[in-house]
């Protein structure tokens, strides 16, 4: 059983950075794609940033040239640094994970992150 979980969500400022963290588990290959979405109060589940095995990113717009997205392949570990962080980066993020694209997605549970204006 694959698990998704997420650790370093908490309370910043805006100005503040924050570093995310999502140790993936139970799987016997390694994931073709790991990222990240969040869920705003009141709003869809978005895009934040993807990494693939190969290390092609792709981010939202939003969140270009202040999010980064790293991977540990040998840990199976994704990242998400966030710096420069604004009241409309508040959220709730979630870890995703897929090892092929006929393989089922798998998600974490959430971190939330609150960024005061």
């Known amino acids: 059983q694959v698990q998704l979980v997420e650790s370093g969500g908490g309370l910043v400022q805006a100005g503040g950075s924050l570093r995310l963290s999502c140790a993936a588990s139970?799987?016997?290959?390694?994931?073709?794609?790991m990222g990240w979405n969040r869920q705003a109060p009141g709003k869809q589940r978005e895009l934040v940033a993807i990494m693939n095995s190969g290390g092609s990113t792709n981010y939202a717009d939003s969140v270009k040239g202040r999010f980064t997205i790293s991977r540990d392949n040998a840990k199976n570990t994704v990242y998400l640094q966030m710096n420069s962080l604004k009241a409309e980066d508040t959220a709730v993020y979630y870890c995703?994970?897929?090892?092929?694209?006929?393989?089922?997605?798998?998600w974490g549970n959430g971190t939330l992150v609150t960024v005061s204006s």
């Open positions: 995703r994970a897929r090892v092929s694209a006929t393989t089922p997605e798998y």
């Open positions: 139970g799987s016997t290959f390694s994931f073709w794609f």
